[in-house]
């Protein structure tokens, strides 16, 4: 192993359009500049993001009453 930091080091990949973007570090909520999709991010460590799935409330949205 090297010690050298991965070229990908705190990249994650869309899991709706699979572009990979780098969410600000600490975030716990990310939209992919791609399309749109906001995930809820946590964080192995500091340097490791992962998506642990959609944010429900922006995906599907009650329809206004009327």
Same mark, same amino acid.
């Given at each position: 192993? =090297?010690?050298?930091?991965? !070229?990908? %080091? @705190?990249?994650?990949?869309?899991?709706?359009? &699979? /572009?990979? &973007?780098? !969410?600000?570090? @600490? %975030?716990?909520? &990310?939209?992919? !500049?791609?399309? @749109? +999709?906001? #995930?809820? +991010?946590? #964080? =192995?460590? =500091?340097? $490791?993001?992962? +998506?642990? @799935? !959609? $944010? #429900?409330? *922006?995906?599907?949205? *009650?329809? %206004? /009453? *009327?």
């Amino acid at each position: 192993m =090297t010690d050298k930091k991965s !070229p990908r %080091a @705190g990249e994650v990949r869309c899991l709706n359009c &699979f /572009e990979r &973007f780098y !969410p600000q570090r @600490g %975030a716990e909520r &990310f939209t992919c !500049p791609s399309c @749109g +999709i906001e #995930w809820r +991010i946590s #964080w =192995t460590t =500091t340097q $490791v993001p992962k +998506i642990r @799935g !959609p $944010v #429900w409330e *922006k995906l599907y949205r *009650k329809p %206004a /009453e *009327k």
